[in-house]
């Protein structure tokens, strides 16, 4: 199975994805969208794929959207997707793509179920909060 990920490794919850991904025996593509940056094309097709609106994806802590003003809420989708590659810090993350679908995992075990096998148990994110129990079951 093909898993990509859109990757920003100063995240933590983007950081957990990644680790669950490899844990599961995947070698996923990771694509470290703060350096490539992103296309209005690129973007379109992930959120139409993962059934998301710009607003729904926009990052509005540690970024700039505020400063930018597209917190207000006339603020339109092409302005936002304009705003998301010129400041690809704007985009929510991590975005991951497999043949089960594409989402915004957030949270990171969100990845669970675009993956069609777990990582074995247990299994534990960084701060600790466990995932899979020792028997491989998700857990919560």
């Not at 669950?20 to 992930?46: D, F, M, N, S, V």
């Not at 989402?103 to 994110?125: H, M, N, Q, T, Y």
Request: proline share 9%; net charge negative; aromatic share 4%.
């Amino acid at each position: 199975m093909n898993v990509v990920i859109h990757h920003n490794p100063d995240c933590g919850t983007s950081r957990n994805v990644l680790a669950i991904i490899e844990a599961a025996g995947y070698r996923p593509i990771i694509i470290e969208y703060l350096e490539t940056g992103w296309t209005k094309a690129q973007l379109r097709g992930l959120f139409a794929a993962a059934g998301l609106t710009p607003r729904e994806v926009l990052r509005t802590t540690k970024s700039p959207a505020e400063k930018l003003g597209l917190l207000d809420p006339v603020v339109s989708d092409e302005a936002l997707l304009d705003a998301m590659v010129e400041h690809p810090i704007l985009v929510n993350r991590p975005i991951v793509c497999t043949p089960r679908g594409v989402r915004l995992c957030r949270p990171s075990e969100a990845v669970l179920d675009l993956l069609d096998r777990l990582p074995p148990g247990p299994f534990a994110k960084e701060d600790g909060q466990l995932l899979i129990d020792a028997e491989g079951r998700r857990v919560g």
